[in-house]
């Protein structure tokens, strides 16, 4: 796989995070109202930095054990959000994404998943890919529901997050449900 990966949707760009991301990553890990949704508590400023830094190390192993990329609105360098897929088993991966309040209802959220997606399944071959959401979490299950994932069921008392354990409901989509709703990368850029 090519380094470093730098990938298109219809809204957003999706490019590997650099060191001076730490503000627009902070925006989102350091935001109670986005966090409230996420798998873990809000970052202070400098677990943002070390949150960076990390997913700029790990963006160097070979192979990768997950791709951790900054959301940028098309055409603006500017970090609104990441997207994630950690790669789990056999060509398995585990998704997550999340944008910073003042940009939701955007669409940026659904579009940095589905271009997540496609890459997980067109380039790195995946079978399935998953994601692990928070009951509450409405508008993150209207995403997933929109890209064709099914729910699997629920993960009981799954993350310790907001002084809480909370349970997570699991959804996923395989390679040939994708394929046969979205079409191959080549087919949609003919």
């Known amino acids: ?79 609104v959000g990441f997207a994630r897929i950690g790669l789990a088993g056999v060509q398995a991966g585990k998704l997550g994404y999340a944008v910073a309040a003042p940009y939701w209802g955007r669409g940026y959220a659904t579009d940095a998943a589905r271009t997540m997606i496609g890459f997980g399944f067109q380039e790195l071959g995946l079978h399935r890919i998953s994601a692990a959401i928070g009951p509450d979490n409405a508008a993150s299950i209207a995403v997933v529901r929109r890209l064709g994932f099914t729910e ?19 959804y996923s989509v395989l390679s040939e449900e994708w394929n046969s709703q979205h079409g191959s990368r080549t087919q949609r850029d003919q």
């Open 1 to 79: 796989m090519p380094h470093p990966v730098h990938l298109t949707g219809t809204h957003v760009e999706l490019r590997e995070f650099r060191i001076d991301d730490v503000d627009g990553a902070l925006a989102v890990v350091g935001d109670d109202q986005v966090t409230k949704w996420l798998s873990f508590d809000s970052r202070s400023p400098e677990q943002a930095k070390a949150m960076i830094q990390g997913a700029v190390e790990r963006s160097q192993y070979s192979p990768r054990t997950e791709y951790y990329l900054a959301v940028t609105p098309l055409g603006d360098d500017q970090v």
């Open 152 to 170: 699997e069921g629920t993960l009981r008392d799954h993350v310790f997050t907001n002084g809480a354990w909370r349970d997570s409901v699991l």
